[in-house]
């Protein structure tokens, strides 16, 4: 009877650390999914942060790609009007240089 006693007693305290040990992995599961989504957040904050940063730098180098394309052209067509035979000259030299190329390549 004490041996009954002694394994009804055993299992009964089995039962209560497998019960304690689900407990407390259902609440390492919760604080890990809680902390899960901290670092997620946090993640995509600053990836947005990254995100807004990368764009103000795109949209301020286009700004300057587009003042820089638009002084060129100015200045292309100035050349071109004060000196209209070097413009037909460099022209011409261009497409005859194309067409050798396009030949060469051809044989």
Do not use: F, W
């Not at 947005?48 to 790609?65: C, G, K, M, T």
């Not at 070097?86 to 022209?91: H, Q």
């Amino acid at each position: 009877m004490h041996r009954n006693s002694l394994r009804k007693s055993s299992l009964e305290s089995m039962e209560a650390e497998i019960e304690s040990l689900l407990k407390s992995l259902e609440n390492l599961k919760h604080d890990a999914s809680e902390e899960s989504q901290k670092s997620v957040k946090a993640i995509r904050s600053n990836a947005e942060s990254a995100l807004r940063h990368s764009r103000s730098l795109i949209s301020d180098a286009y700004q300057e790609v587009k003042q820089r394309t638009r002084q060129t052209g100015i200045a292309t067509r100035d050349y071109a009007q004060e000196h209209p035979y070097t413009t037909a000259g460099v022209a011409i030299g261009a497409l005859g240089l194309l067409a050798a190329y396009l030949l060469c390549k051809r044989n």
